[in-house]
């Protein structure tokens, strides 16, 4: 078990009384926490689970069921239905950067739960928990292929067998086999495809390229879809670019050991001069959308690219401080700056015009269905360039919601000069050295959310809400668990970085964990990441720490001493389907949890603390999993509901913290741990 570094932080709500903040390490001696109090105290800020229906978004089968790449799905929807934290006893984790340069500035996750890091120009598989970043098997570029090269990790993905699917700054596209077939981790990671895309797209192209390959994707038939480009594709230097798709049938050769004509596999379509992708490419069953600095395509693989449609759409151009400005950086883009987001029906981007406006088109004929500005109530001396990609939410029932964060001034000006080179991936060459110094001071405010609403007479556009008094870089997240949006701002009157998380229905401010007013603490605009654990939210920082905001969901009632290591604990969604799968009866009433606990009693009672619970407790049926898989009942006299005192309850209300207490034998029938003196339990109530 891993010790780790802790920051906390009062805030408005919770009232007064520590935590109980201490245990030992498995096999270790317990020692006294050095602020001990009782569990009784109550907590009346933890937030009412507010929870969505998933995210619709049919499942790619050629990538990992995971949080697979930076926006988490093929769909790039930058929401996960994961659960994240709460505020139950909430409390900040830090992991230490040894080897790196900086902390992870991307992270994915395989279906084993393994988190895909970027590491000293390569791709990493790391234990993102341990008080210093632990390598557990990676590729380098310079230690294991002779150098000259790195993989570009902000459009590297996850494909349905784990293998990592990563573009490179050489113009290569890599797979990489990074585990066994048992999970287990390879040390050295295993290249099983290496095509250099930009040789094959001249060859198919029949000229060369100016452009440098930028994004991919598979699609829905596995086919690889590649786009060249990079930041600032401006028009009139005239650089030459293509998008295509290398074939299934092709991949398949290769990763079978197969040699492959690749100049009857790979397939491009020229664009016109000046014309590049700035961004990622989305994908759904009706093919590859792409969007580029002056159009969004559908692309389809046809034995050829079938531009299925072509939609231009406005932009200004590179945007850059005024003088006058209250910033001194600018934007990234020279078109749209975030990248298309899918729904079954629509494409939502925005454009760089001004104002900026958010544009939905339909996924069928390419139509701009509907539209309006965003973020155009901005106080004066303040730009607009929306360069992260939105939060896209489809509720299935006719309203699609997108949230967009202003980025203006976190951009280096500095890529406006001709002779600058944008593909060169470092914080000097792409980021504001105000910003990064300074703060969030120097960037320009704004965060809306805008719903689309399916009508008898098609589509139309409204604000719900808009915050001009918050400054984000990070890439929001929602989770459909919880109802929540979550962020990493700072406090401009006193310099405080902060968690954050906004309600999705109204867009207030509901939680805020202080962590630093020291200028490093700058998440750098590289994005927090969900933990697979449903109870963590990473956010890298350039002090070189990893923080992960977590909830004290799960203690030990009896030892209040002793303090049950997050990291070995879970809690998450389990459908419907699943639990009757799994042998359960009657509906699902609360989230599957599950806990580690180390040096245990022969008997231990283990507490979850829960709050979206209602009804009569009575209703209420315990199941904990048996070592085959399937859900067992729990005796009644093994578990009982309970408030923060302990007493026992009858009515349930939700939004109220309520504890289940289990009490679970070392190596009895709900002890899933094998080894001696650790328990395992993992419970969920049905109704």
Not at 215 to 244: H, K, M
Not at 252 to 272: C, H, M, R, W
Not at 678 to 687: A, F, M, N, R, T
């Amino acid at each position: 078990m891993k010790k780790r570094k802790k920051i906390y932080s009062v805030f408005s709500f919770l009232l007064a009384g520590t935590l109980c903040l201490s245990m030992a390490a498995c096999g270790g001696t317990p020692t006294p926490a050095e602020d001990e109090t009782t569990s009784s105290a109550p907590l009346s800020g933890a937030l009412p689970v507010k929870a969505l229906q998933p995210k619709h978004v049919d499942e790619n089968p050629y990538m990992a069921k995971s949080d697979a790449n930076i926006h988490h799905d093929g769909y790039n929807t930058d929401s996960t239905d994961e659960i994240l934290p709460l505020g139950i006893y909430p409390e900040i984790n830090v992991s230490f950067e040894t080897t790196n340069p900086n902390a992870s500035p991307a992270i994915y996750f395989d279906n084993y739960g393994h988190a895909v890091v970027p590491l000293l120009g390569g791709i990493a598989i790391r234990d993102l928990n341990a008080t210093e970043t632990k390598t557990l098997g990676y590729c380098s570029p310079m230690q294991h292929d002779g150098g000259g090269y790195v993989i570009q990790s902000s459009y590297t993905f996850l494909d349905s067998k784990n293998r990592v699917v990563c573009p490179t700054s050489n113009n290569h596209v890599l797979i990489l086999r990074t585990t066994e077939e048992d999970g287990s981790v390879i040390p050295e990671f295993e290249k099983v495809l290496d095509i250099d895309i930009k040789a094959a797209a001249e060859t198919a192209l029949g000229k060369e390229l100016t452009q440098n390959l930028l994004s991919v994707v598979f699609d829905y038939d596995g086919n690889l879809w590649f786009a060249t480009g990079g930041f600032r594709i401006y028009p009139e230097r005239q650089q030459q670019g293509v998008l295509g798709y290398i074939a299934h049938t092709a991949i398949e050769s290769i990763l079978n050991g197969e040699q492959t004509d690749l100049s009857k596999a790979v397939f491009v379509y020229g664009l016109p001069l000046g014309e590049g992708a700035e961004n990622g490419i989305a994908a759904s069953k009706d093919g590859a959308v792409i969007l580029t600095n002056q159009n969004c395509y559908l692309l389809r693989a046809e034995e050829g690219v079938n531009v299925v449609w072509c939609t231009p759409y406005e932009s200004v151009g590179a945007k850059v401080s005024h003088d006058g400005d209250k910033t001194t950086g600018g934007g990234l883009a020279w078109g749209g700056g975030c990248s298309p987001t899918l729904t079954p029906n629509l494409v939502l981007f925005t454009d760089n015009a001004d104002p900026v406006k958010l544009l939905a088109l339909d996924m069928k004929t390419g139509e701009v269905v509907a539209s309006m500005p965003v973020l155009d109530d901005l106080p004066d001396g303040y730009q607009v360039a929306v360069e992260n990609s939105a939060i896209v939410y489809d509720d299935g029932e006719g309203t699609v919601s997108t949230i967009v964060c202003n980025w203006f001034g976190a951009g280096n000006a500095g890529l406006a000069d001709p002779d600058n080179d944008s593909s060169i991936q470092s914080y000097a060459n792409i980021y504001d050295q105000n910003w990064l110094m300074k703060g969030n001071v120097m960037i320009a405010p704004g965060v809306e959310r805008v719903d689309t609403l399916k009508t008898a007479d098609g589509y139309e556009m409204k604000s719900v809400w808009s915050r001009n008094d918050l400054r984000d870089t990070a890439i929001m997240k929602l989770s459909t668990a919880t109802g929540y949006i979550y962020g990493y701002v700072q406090d401009l009157d006193t310099g405080m970085w902060q968690y954050i998380i906004l309600d999705f229905a109204t867009g207030e401010t509901v939680f805020t964990m202080d962590v630093s007013n020291k200028y490093g603490y700058n998440n750098m605009a590289i994005g927090m990441y969900t933990g697979s654990n449903g109870n963590t939210l990473y956010c890298p920082t350039g002090y070189l720490e990893l923080l992960r905001l977590q909830d004290r969901f799960v203690y030990l009632p009896e030892l209040p001493y002793r303090e049950v290591d997050l990291d070995q604990a879970a809690r998450n969604v389990l459908s419907q389907d699943q639990f009757e799968q799994d042998g359960g009866e009657g509906t699902v009433a609360s989230w599957h949890n599950t806990a580690t606990i180390c040096n245990v009693h022969p008997n231990t009672m283990v507490a979850f603390r829960m709050n979206n619970l209602s009804g009569s407790a009575s209703d209420l049926t315990l199941y904990a999993y048996g070592a085959d898989g399937k859900l067992e009942k729990v005796g009644s006299e093994l578990w009982s509901l309970t408030d923060e005192t302990g007493a026992n309850v009858t009515e349930l209300t939700d939004g109220v913290l309520y504890e289940l207490r289990v009490t679970v034998s070392d190596g009895g029938d709900f002890d899933l741990s094998e080894t001696e003196k650790e328990i395992k339990l993992s419970v969920v109530l049905g109704k």
